[in-house]
């Protein structure tokens, strides 16, 4: 038998009550997790430097953000043009590899499962220097530097596609699909009409997560990324390199506001879905 | 070896939003007292027990235990012993170590509590697997486990909700008799908490029967089946006949009522002449005979659906204004549906009710 | 035999399915870290990488371990592992003990929980680097801290110097991946069944009693899997050391390492010296992934389900 220490009386009689320790560590957590962000906002739109309280914006300007709005929009641009063809990748790429998984029994099978989580836990200094190898230095120079940063991206969050995925096809019920198959249709038309609106849900979920992977990488990037290329964790590192704290905090906030929006965005989607 | 407890729910109603779970309940269970909700899911059965358990606060009225009022004490303080429907056993913990679980949280000597354990699953029939882990036994031996832990502490009254719906049928009837055995061996005050009437009728010294909140019924099983107080009690308890009728007159216990076939006598008071009566009847009670009798005692019928089931066969018969009867006959010749029969029962077989 | 075929059809059908992905894989990470590998025992201090960027092969190869001699010797570079192991460990400790408090009381208030699971998801949505410069500018010598201290209270005399100490990077990383460890500790807390807690507290156990002699021990196994997980994804993480740490002569971790040196290549260095820090914190990773595995498989024992992880 195991058991769990038994705390000591006299503790408790100097301690808060035993039940306070989780509401409030969950405080302490949210406050942690919100301020930041909202004094780097405050910050943002602060006509100076310094803040009123430490928290509020002392005197409201959107100088930051209208004088750099190209170059933020730029990186806007920048991310999109990475991340919708990462996420598309993943999608067709991701997409045969979970239902491979879920459907069929094959030789390697443990292997290939494996390895729908080995992006996700290799180091990702250590995935940018190959592929840096690969582009920069090596055989693949040609294909370019976009190229590089979508197929890294890609490689490091397929996982997030084919997990959510596989999760949903599992509820599907394989008879569901034989019952199309007994109707006539071929194993494309079977998947076509009877699997593929059921995980229309979960397609969207990967998506939305691969979004999020792609648009928030900064460390791939890093290694793979030419001066043309200025993607938005980028630009804030850029900011970070001058020594502008200002234009630092208005591209995080606009990055932030565009990141999440989309990502909220694709949420609700997600929940119209599973009313149809 | 259990002192004697008295359990008291006084006025109890608890509401959750606009719904009211339980409207003013109030309920007293005798020492060593065998005591049952019984009711369909939803009718408020199981939120009281959580309440007996301390697990949910009543918004108004009183619940004592043993002479102590515990309405606001945490379950911890209450000296129950709870015996869930999915068991709750702790995983991580062998079947002694559950066992012990409550003891040893009392702080009793490890020798005292090795001999409470071993007493305890003795009486439960599982010395043997003092040493396994729940998941390495049946649902069945899981639930006298469960049984097991809550009679270790030896608390003043056993609380139990639904413990035996999780298991197949044959296993949960003869379970059913250990349990009252076992209650009736240690005399521990119990409650017990089904949905199913059998169950009811055949471990408790006396049933309450409840309805969306309310008390419809509280009694031995006898008096519930015999005297079903209302119509939802009749339902519940399984009399499929209820039929409907106009008060004709009362003499003592027995009233007259008249319906579509004919005028029947039955057991009930206090209803005026004239009003609208329901009449209830159970299928087992009537007695079907082949062909049209011209004595006037019974009345004539047509049989429209036979079937055998198990032991007895079952009909269903169009009586002369178009109602229907089903009736449970001994296993004989079956009549084949189209017959001409004469139906018959006793009058203290039929209540009328309002 | 004719199920022998049927067998085999699914199979190669399987295998044309997952073809591009293991392709992919192969590719772009596979073949680059065999490269890796190779480079990290070879004398040559010849740029590029076996086969992908350099003229060695490995015939041309004369098998050394000097690189890992030089990387594992030095002073500084040891410095720099102890480091990142013990931010890692202090990270994942810190976060399991949080992971527990906030995550069992999302798992106890469905009511609130939602809202409480969007705040602590809000880091995971928003790009790293974005939380790190949020917390770079909080603790910075003009930033709310050093305001609130110095100029509003006068505590000290001086605005205290935050970033580019050990604690900032922690700081950084706590805020990075504190949403994982709440959310996947919530989970393993909604798996534990309310009954037990009831059950305990019917046969007369406090609240504390329950929670330590009940609830604790049934996610325990889990809590260790995660503090795994958590320490792997501190380990490979740069951001904040980069950000928070005070450049090349801060707080230097493995991987922000690795990227100074690349950075710097031809400068000072060795791309095989390169190489051989990958491996090592590649062999780090994945030998934490498989103790990760081997936990999640093992020490459930059926207690738990474990699909959350």
Known sequence: ?276 | MVNAADLLVDRVTKTYGANTVLDDISISVQPGEFMTFLGPSGCGKTTLLRMLGGFAEPDQGRIVIAGKDVTSLPPNRRDCGFVFQSYALFPHMTVAANVGYGLKLRKTPKAELQKRVGEVLEIVGLSEFAGRYPRQMSGGQQQRVAIARAIAIRPSVLLLDEPLSNLDAKLRERIRFELRDLQKQLGITTVFVTHDQDEAMAVSDRIVVMSRGRLEQVGTPTEIYNAPASLFVADFVGINNILDGRMIDATGTFARAETGFGALEGIGAGQAPGSAVKITLRPESIVVAQGTSNDGAGFPGTIQMAAFLGSTARYEIRLRDGSILKVAAPRGALLPPGSDVTCRWAPEDVRIVQ | MKAFSAQRRETVTAWLLVAPFIALLLILLLVPFAAILLKSVSSSTAFGLPYLSGQETLSSIVPTLSNYALVLNDPHNREVIVRTLAISVVVATILAVVGIAVGYYMARRPRIAPALSAIVTYPSLAPAITIIFGILWFISSTGPINHLLFQTLEWINEPLELTGTFAAVVIGDLALFATISVRMTASLFEMVDVALEDASSSLGATERETFFNIVLPLVLPGVAAIWIFVFIRTMVAYVAALILGGGSKGVVVLPLEIFNRIQSLGISGTMAQICAFAVVLAVITLLGRFLYVLVVRRLFRGTLSVEAL
């Not at chain 1, 430097?49 to 300007?61: C, E, N, R, T, V």
């Open chain 1, 1 to 276: 038998m195991r058991r769990g220490p038994r705390t000591p009386s006299a503790i408790s009689s100097v301690l808060p009550p035993f039940r306070w320790i989780f509401p409030l560590t969950t405080l302490g957590l949210v406050l942690f997790i919100v301020i930041p962000p909202i004094t780097l906002l405050s910050l943002s739109v602060s006509e100076r430097f310094d803040l009123a309280y430490g928290i509020l914006p002392s005197g409201l300007s959107f100088e930051m953000y209208t004088q750099w709005g190209g170059r933020i929009l730029r990186s806007i641009r920048d991310s999109l043009f990475i991340a919708v063809p990462a996420v598309i990748l993943c999608l067709l790429i991701g997409l045969p590899v979970a239902y491979a998984l879920v459907r069929f029994k094959f030789a390697g099978r443990g292997i290939v499962s494996e390895l729908v989580n080995l992006p996700m836990v290799f180091p990702p200094i250590v995935l940018a220097f190959g592929l840096m190898s690969l582009f920069k230095l090596g055989p693949l120079a040609p294909l370019g530097a976009w190229t590089a940063i979508i197929l890294g991206h890609t490689v490091v969050s397929i996982p997030f596609m084919i997990r959510p995925l596989i999760s949903a096809l599992e509820q599907i019920d394989r008879s569901a699909e034989e019952a199309a198959r007994s109707l006539g249709a071929g194993p494309l038309g079977a998947f076509m009409t009877v699997v593929l609106p059921n995980i229309v849900p979960s397609i969207i979920t990967g998506m939305a997560l691969v979004f999020a992977r792609s648009i928030s990488d900064f460390e791939i990037t890093l290694l793979l990324t030419t001066p043309e290329i200025s993607t938005m964790p980028i630009a804030i590192y850029h900011a970070f390199e001058s020594g502008s704290t200002r234009l630092g905090a208005a591209v995080a906030m606009a990055t932030n506001l565009f990141a999440v929006g989309v990502i909220v965005i694709l949420e609700v989607l997600v929940r119209r879905a599973r009313w149809w």
